[in-house]
């Protein structure tokens, strides 16, 4: 039966903040051959996203900077490397796989500058494959030969895909018979037919856990770590050396595999292998690491836990009644704590041990820095140096030893001969520079400024202007270029690296470095012999980090009063573990406002001190404070002088205060001051005018003739050596200015200093001249590198009338770049493209630019050297590519980012995620206007930024950070619309701006003084700021009655003993709670201890702290309001729900706690534990309905009812009153399947969600006091976080499955598949890729805060993953007449097909996995598809769905918009 909805939009899902965690990464030569002093590309996975880096070198200073991304519909498995020789030229490819079995391989484009897909492997049509099995534990691991012959996918756990290279010595193809020449030979690695070996039925291997490619075999052999008889740890007794690793090696002309060597009895609890450059491999295991090889094996232990003891005597207890059997067994558990020695490895309990270590490697990643040297990072932040000794060729002795503390790596990857990417889940990934100690300490003399002899990256593009960036990381007491110890800031935190030599085994010393997220490095070789080949100690620096806010525990929306609404996240884990304040637009500072309006325009200028007329800084000064600002109205012009105090200078400098400035600015270096206005512009030194230039004698001096008498300015730009004007009779002027005299003299334009008079058209047919039929309608200044080189050259940028953008050469008039289609919005830019399937017809209405500008973000060491000079490493990585920014008279904003390929100049369009539509701001008048586009450098007092700001009805701030812009909507205000902006430096507002807002803004226009938050990062996609915690954050709530957070955390501390144990209790009960209590005890300071915190925002001190029970785990807090039983009040509390587990064998327990938050002495917020009450199982979720307490305990769910007794009355005269005592008393239950894992409560309605048989919806009714069941989901799909959504009249239950599936479940009796109610309807659901493992409603009107207007939904679910991901689900909020033309599922498959499938997989089919009877829900990421496509792929998407292309574009703009958070 055809389901209703199923043509209908019930629910869309738009990613909001994209994945931040780093799960695999690997260095990569993908954009060029691999050549001495170069550098490999970092390719990242961080979940769906995927992301190529490159490490641009300036000096000894190296950065990360992104050339290309990719958004994937699945979530990456494992990532590999095909390497390309081919004569020395050959570039390799990426290899990724997806589940069930899927594999992709992609390469590099250089026409485009992207990712393109070169083959996709599908393996899940034959069913066979899978041996009868649901679902696999593990995902596909893909892995690549590291000579480039072929690539490898284990799939189903034993079915191994291989993937055979196109490499032409194998295909015996001849390069001297010209099938090089003509195009066979391949420039990267690609892969032919793929086919499939079952590796159970041939070798009989079951369970493979990991597999890598060895070095140095003639033929490809894998390594796979199998296990033929699967074991577990209540069975090692039985089974302790079940793991086997296996060389197969690979005949690829034959397709058979045989297995040349085996290693076997390896430890059960191997995990991970890792090939080694000189031949064998490592496998990692929890106790040690063990180097396998053909016919050699040799281990380390890491920790003495692998250490056999004496076996425990066997437990015998007293029958004649003198001591109790639990007695016996608890003392039994506490004497006897080592493990048994049957159940340790036998290889690593008799192999040699490494001093001073006490690490477990099972889930370390390891990277190699040399062929012997490689370095581990472990799951507790410890980084271990490893170094294999050789004698012969044969491998003598493993060393390891403890090199520093970093946040725990999932992954590691050399990205050059002396750089290390520690990618990380948990925290921020680091990139790090190894160098032998004794190399540090010498280049610890040269100066930060030097080149330093670091390698470059070949695809970097140098654009500084004559001056590299200075090393702005260095602190007194580093130790230079070079492998210089260099401190790191991360939100705001600083970390300096210890001595190279100084051993970082301390535990405060790790702690330090942890808690600020930076690196406590260099460490002495342990293994005590010299050599000549390998240093023996090695200095690290931290150079770069990417920074993660996953993993995403918790969200909640905080609503501080006097603030902006902010998001609160949990995220991290143990010493990474940080809370991350974020908020999707930009909230600046106000430092004051001036009721001054109708400002349509603001410029910040400055003038040298022997020019100023109030004593400014002197022009030498780097960053001197702007002298004037520079203010237009409607029909004149203002001035202020900006020192101590902004004061009236209009009569002081002679501007032209009776007409209203277009542009103004200063010019060479602040001796000259230039006003343009619309009848021409006006040169100044310091307050007196020097010569005027008017609009008639630019347009003549420019060529035109005749001149209309009326002709005036439009626009103009100003740069420091020219201006370029532009004229209402289409014409351009531009005027170079003489450094000696400081004349202003106009150049005609054409004409080369050469003497070259005419250029021609690109094909030949005759003159090309800038004046015709075609008028300019934007046009800007710039300065581009010459290709191949790092000089600049002047640049002159225009668009014309019909849609043509066209680059000059600003001395020599050379045509550097022309593109017709410009405004229809095409990916690439540039000549020698493919033709393009664009209609020639012109868009209907006609579309133009309005504005252009072309800027480049120099370094912030030479703009900002305060941030060196105060030890405080900029925010924002530096970005070395200039962007083209284009402004279209409908509103879209175009952005492209250069770059050269084969000598070219192209752009590539930059898919930035802003609105549709961005218009101009309200209320101006008519007539010429100053520019919309504002253009910045090294704004931000403490993290400082550059980019661009766009003025208008919906401000938008672009960060400029490794090499492309970050959107930011500009929230000044309650997100008021801007006139005008310009950057403002003063004593009063250090590296601030100064904004205009209309009289129409709701009483808050005006000028507007401010600066960008403090202490906020904003290079990544929402402004944020971290809050270091050193404890891993659980959940945390806002408490709204005293603007404070309430916070459960785990966080290691010293022992503290348990509750004694009641005589007599059951054998096997006490030995488990006595030897939880051991183990704890044992771990000393390292024992975990929950609790809870009570946090002021702002300043972040912990007002309050309590600590749990020993044992006692915080599972969920809420901020609750009881109604008291008798008197019917209403009581604000924060309710902590905990669990007690002490083993499988003792009962688990439960408590609730409530905490009341009163104000004390002082008027400061004071908390007391009010009441706490134990349950017979853990409380896993909280909530309030009618009044009671609902607390889910196991399967039973509870309602309490509050009751309280005054406790003052029995108080003593002049006594001080006793607290008021509370008390809760159950009324009310239902039980539930089997264990209640979260609450949802709404009016009456309950949703609860049971961890293996999916939701229950009930009811409560208040007359019976009993709970009535309505409906329940028969999928039993295991969730993993749920949540309602009230949309208009509907109730929508969304739940979150383990399987990655968003689902949207509703309750409607009147259905046909909801079997009279008895079942709830499944009515949209959407694969994610990931799971989501927490929910939350959130109020979209209070966060958005008047962003938006009606018919926005004002009701949302935000979703979190743990790659630090984060969704958006609403409902449909429009009438008949938005709604999008279309039936959704026509809409998705159309704009799947429009664009390039990324890594070849079908998006609209990828969003249908698993999907249940129902619609699909509505992805907005196929909605970017669509803004991201030109004028013409529009149109054809249109066509296709027989709709209107401008009604589809206004109903999907305002679909886009409404499921957003700003």
Not at 325 to 341: E, F, I, K, S
Not at 1254 to 1277: I, N
Not at 1341 to 1347: D, K, Q, T
């Amino acid at each position: 039966m055809q389901d209703p909805d199923a043509e209908s939009i019930v629910g869309i899902f738009n990613q909001v903040h994209p994945p931040t965690a780093v799960q695999h990464c690997a260095g990569i030569w993908l954009t060029a051959p691999a050549q001495e002093g170069c550098l490999p590309e970092l390719v990242v996975s961080k979940g769906t996203l995927l992301e190529v880096y490159t490490a641009s070198c300036a000096g000894a200073d190296v950065k990360l900077m992104l050339i290309a991304s990719l958004t994937l519909p699945g979530l990456v498995e494992s990532l590999a490397c095909i390497p390309y020789r081919y004569r020395g030229r050959g570039r390799d490819s990426i290899l990724l796989s997806f589940r069930e079995a899927k594999a992709s391989v992609l390469c590099w484009d250089a026409t485009s500058a992207g990712l393109v897909t070169s083959s996709l492997h599908y393996f899940e049509a034959d069913e066979g494959m899978r041996g009868g099995r649901a679902a696999f534990t593990r995902g596909p691991l893909a892995a690549g030969d590291p000579l480039g012959r072929c690539g490898a996918v284990v799939v189903y756990d034993n079915k191994l895909a291989v993937l055979p290279a196109m490499v032409p010595e194998l295909l015996e193809l001849d390069e001297a018979a010209g099938l090089a020449g003509a195009g066979r030979v391949p420039e990267a690695g690609t892969v032919g037919n793929s086919y499939v070996d079952d590796l159970g039925s041939a070798l009989d291997i079951q369970e493979v856990k990991a597999a890598t490619f060895l070095h140095g075999y003639s033929e490809p052999v894998l390594l796979v770590l199998h296990e033929p008889r699967p074991s577990w740890s209540g069975a090692l007794r039985d089974g302790r050396d079940t793991c086997v690793a296996s060389a197969l090696s690979l005949s690829l002309a034959r397709r058979t595999h045989a297995c040349i060597w085996s290693a076997p009895g390896l430890p059960t609890d191997a995990r991970g292998l890792a090939a080694v450059p000189s031949g064998g491999a490592l496998v990692l295991c929890r106790d040690g690491v063990v180097f396998v090889a053909q016919g050699q094996s040799l281990a380390l232990l890491t920790n003495p836990r692998g250490r056999p003891g004496p076996a425990p005597p066997p437990l015998v207890f007293d029958h004649t009644g003198t001591q109790l059997p639990g007695n016996t067994a608890a003392a039994y558990a506490r004497a006897h704590l080592q493990p048994h020695p049957a159940t340790l490895a036998t290889m690593l309990s008799t192999s040699p041990a490494a001093p001073g270590l006490d690490v477990e490697c099972d889930t370390g990643a390891l990277g190699w820095l040399t062929a012997s040297t490689a370095f581990l990072s472990v799951k507790t932040g410890q980084l271990v140096m490893l170094r294999l000794e050789r004698t012969g060729g044969a491998v003598t002795s493993i060393t390891m030893t403890l090199a520093g503390a970093s946040p725990p790596a999932t992954c590691l990857a050399s990205v050059g001969p002396s750089l290390l990417f520690l990618g990380s889940a948990l925290g921020d990934s680091l990139l790090v520079r190894a160098e032998a100690a004794a190399a540090a300490a010498d280049a610890h003399n040269v100066s930060m400024g030097g080149q330093g002899g670091a390698p470059s990256p070949h695809s970097n593009l140098e654009l500084s202007g004559g001056e590299d960036e200075e090393d702005i990381l260095e602190r007194d007491g580093g130790e230079g270029p070079g492998g210089a110890a260099q401190p790191m800031e991360v939100d705001g935190q600083y970390a300096a690296p210890a001595s190279a030599g100084a051993p970082a085994s301390a535990d405060d010393e790790e702690d330090e470095a942890m808690r600020l997220y930076g690196m406590s490095l260099g460490q002495e070789d342990g293994a005590g012999a010299s050599r000549a080949a390998e240093p023996l100690r090695y200095a690290l620096s931290v150079l770069d980090a990417l920074i993660n806010v996953g993993p995403i525990h918790s969200i909640t929306m905080a609503d501080v009063p006097g603030e902006r609404p902010f998001l609160l996240t949990c995220s991290g884990s143990e010493k990474t573990g940080a809370l991350c304040m974020m908020r999707p637009s930009v909230t600046p500072t106000v430092i004051t406002r001036v009721p001054l309006p109708g400002v349509l325009g603001l410029w910040a200028v400055w003038c040298a001190k022997s020019e100023a007329a109030d004593g400014t800084a002197p022009a030498s000064a780097p960053q001197p404070h702007h002298s004037y600002l520079v203010m237009s109205f409607k029909d004149g012009t203002k001035l202020l002088a900006t020192g101590d105090e902004l004061r009236e200078a209009t009569d002081v400098v002679e501007f032209a205060v009776d007409t209203r400035t277009l542009a103004a600015g200063s010019m060479a270096g602040g001796r000259l001051l230039l006003q343009v206005f619309p009848q021409g512009l006006r040169t100044l030194r310091g307050t007196e005018m020097l010569v005027d230039h008017w609009a008639a004698d630019l347009a003549r001096g420019a060529g035109v003739d005749p001149v209309d008498p009326g002709v005036s300015v439009l626009a103009a730009h100003i740069t420091d050596t020219a201006a370029l004007v532009r004229l209402s009779c289409g014409a351009l002027a531009l005027l170079r200015l003489d450094p000696d005299s400081l004349a202003l003299a106009p150049v005609r334009l054409g004409a080369a200093h050469g003497g070259r008079d005419d250029l021609s058209q690109p094909d030949g047919s005759g003159p090309l001249t800038l004046i015709g039929s075609s008028a300019v309608t934007a046009a800007c200044l710039a300065s581009l590198p010459a290709a191949g080189s790092t000089l600049q050259r002047a640049i002159v940028a225009l668009c014309r009338e019909g849609g043509a953008l066209e680059v000059y050469d600003a001395d020599t008039w050379e045509l550097v770049l022309r593109e017709e289609d410009f405004v229809r919005g095409k990916a690439v830019l540039g000549a020698g493209l493919p033709p393009s399937s664009s209609s020639r017809a012109p868009p209907h209405p006609p579309i133009k630019a309005t504005e252009v500008l072309i800027a480049a973000p120099t370094s912030l060491a030479a703009l900002r050297p305060d941030l060196r000079d105060a030890a405080r490493p900029s925010a924002v990585a530096p970005s070395q590519h200039p962007y083209l920014l284009a402004l279209l008279s409908d509103g879209t904003l175009l952005a492209y980012r250069a770059f050269w390929t084969g000598g070219q100049l192209r752009f590539k369009r930059l898919l930035l995620d802003v609105p549709p539509c961005l218009p101009p701001c309200p209320g101006l008048p008519d007539g010429p206007l100053p520019p919309r586009l504002t253009f910045f450098q090294g704004m931000g007092e403490d993290l400082a930024c550059s980019g661009f700001l766009l003025a208008g009805a919906k401000p938008l701030l672009l960060v400029a950070s490794r090499n492309t812009l970050v959107p930011h909507p500009f929230g000044l205000g309650q997100h008021l619309p801007l006139a005008a902006f310009t950057p403002f430096h003063n004593v009063n507002c250090p590296f601030g701006f100064v904004a205009s807002a209309p009289d129409v803004a709701r009483s808050q226009g005006g000028l507007h003084i401010g600066q960008l938050p403090p202490r906020t990062r904003l290079d990544g996609p929402w402004a944020r700021q971290k809050i270091a915690l050193r404890a891993t954050p659980l959940q945390a709530t806002f408490y709204p009655e005293a603007s404070l957070i309430g916070l459960l955390v785990c966080r290691h501390a010293p022992y503290t003993p348990a509750m004694p144990e009641e005589d007599g209790s059951e054998p096997h009960a006490a030995y488990s709670y006595a030897l939880a209590d051991a183990a704890a005890a044992a771990a000393g300071p390292a024992a975990l201890v929950h609790e809870v915190r009570l946090l002021e925002p702002g300043s972040w001190d912990a007002l309050w702290r309590h600590a749990l029970l020993p044992g006692e785990r915080a599972l969920v807090i809420r901020t609750v309001r009881l109604r008291e039983a008798r008197t019917g009040a209403t009581v604000p509390f924060l309710a902590v729900g905990a669990g007690f587990l002490a083993g499988e064998d003792y009962p688990c327990g439960g408590r609730v706690l409530l905490c009341e938050i009163r104000r004390g002495a002082g008027g400061r917020w004071q908390s007391r534990m009010a009441y706490a009450r134990e349950f017979k199982a853990a409380v896993c979720a909280l909530d309030v309905v009618e009044g009671g307490l609902l607390v889910a305990t196991g399967n039973r769910l509870e309602l309490c009812l509050l009751l309280s007794s005054a406790g003052s009355e029995d108080a003593a005269p002049g006594a001080e009153p006793r607290p008021t005592l509370y008390k809760l008393q159950r009324c009310a239950f239902y039980d539930g399947p089997v264990l209640i894992t979260s609450l949802q409560v709404i009016k009456k309605f309950i949703l609860l969600a049971d961890i293996l048989l999916g939701l229950t919806f009930l009811t409560y009714s208040t007359e019976t006091r009993q709970f009535v069941l309505l409906s329940k989901d028969a999928a039993r799909v295991q969730p993993a976080a749920t949540a309602l959504l009230v949309s208009g009249k509907r109730l929508h239950l969304v739940m979150a499955g383990l399987d990655g599936t968003l689902r949207m479940l509703g309750y409607d009796p009147t259905h046909a598949n909801s079997w009279k109610g008895q079942r709830l309807v499944h009515r949209a659901s959407l694969h994610t890729g990931e799971v989501m493992a927490f929910m939350a409603q959130v109020d979209l009107a209070a966060l958005r805060a008047g962003a938006l207007q009606s018919p926005a939904p004002t009701w949302g679910v935000l979703v979190a993953s743990a790659s630090g991901a984060v969704g958006l689900v609403v409902g449909p909020s429009w009438d008949g007449a938005d709604a999008p033309h279309c039936p959704p599922a026509s809409l998705a498959r159309a704009l799947a097909c429009a664009g390039p499938a990324p890594a070849g997989l079908n998006a609209v089919a990828w969003r249908r996995r698993g999907r249940p009877d129902g619609a699909t829900m509505l992805d907005c990421g196929l909605l970017a598809t669509w803004t991201a496509l030109d004028l013409a792929a529009r149109e054809r998407v249109a066509s296709d769905l027989c709709v209107d292309p401008g009604a589809l574009h206004a109903s999907l703009a305002a679909l886009h918009q409404a499921c957003r958070l700003d």
